[in-house]
């Protein structure tokens, strides 16, 4: 009989661990994330996953990396969709993108604000990192070059947007606003911030 436990002999191990250990984290929270039992769920040797992931912050890096690859994806197709619409609409259908993967994903979305706030992150995580969070900052400086938006560091003014945007995901999360509520709660809160940013030349 082949052992559990048996040699490293997996299609694509580095995957797999990414995916059982998402859906672990989802279950059952970051605490009880473990590599060996990762392993024995996938039938590897309990050394197999150090192939690719030394330790289990490794592990919980590269989750991160991969969620902000999978929102940047989803806010620059939010963003496309609304592409010619004004800044208003286009800044909150990257909004409601955000609460939307917030709401299907919460325990990988704490994972990725905890991931990164390391002293030191891994460049690949970096990139995904602000990668993912430069939609807005993009739309916030074409406000300002067709002088619509206050002047300043565009990634700075972001975070006023970011900040709203994180309390209304902690509000969602917690089942208080849902639904169809969100569609129409989203939109006049967006428009509030764009009036504090509005230079008042033109309506944004």
């Given amino acids: 009989m082949k052992p559990a436990n048996h040699p490293y002999h997996h299609g694509n191990l580095r995957q ?3 995916r059982a250990a998402e859906a672990a984290l989802e279950a059952r929270g970051v ?3 473990s ?3 990762l392993s024995r769920e996938l039938g590897v040797s309990h050394a197999s996953p150090q192939r690719h992931f030394a330790t289990k912050q490794d592990l919980i890096n590269a989750l991160a990396t991969v969620g902000f690859q999978r929102f940047d994806a989803i806010a620059a197709k939010a963003t496309a969709a609304a592409r010619g619409q004004d800044f208003k609409a286009r800044l909150t259908k990257v909004a409601l993108a955000h609460l939307g993967f917030a709401l299907k994903h919460p325990a990988l ?3 990725m604000f905890e991931a ?3 002293p030191a992150l891994p460049p690949e995580l970096l990139t995904a990192l602000q990668s993912a969070f430069s939609h807005i900052p993009r739309i916030l400086k074409e406000g300002q070059e067709a002088g619509k938006i206050v002047p300043g560091d565009p990634h700075r ?4 947007i970011g900040a709203v945007v994180q309390g ?3 509000i969602a999360v917690d089942g208080k606003i849902k639904g169809d509520s969100l ?3 989203v939109p006049e809160v967006i428009g509030q911030v764009l009036n504090g940013l509005s230079t008042g030349k033109a309506k944004a």
Avoid: G, M, P
């Fill in 31 to 33: 605490q009880q994330l």
């Fill in 35 to 37: 590599l060996r039992e």
């Fill in 157 to 160: 003014l972001a975070l006023t």
């Fill in 168 to 170: 209304l995901v902690a």
């Fill in 109 to 111: 979305l704490a994972l």
């Fill in 116 to 118: 990164k706030r390391q």
């Fill in 16 to 18: 797999e661990l990414l």
């Fill in 183 to 185: 569609k129409v709660i």
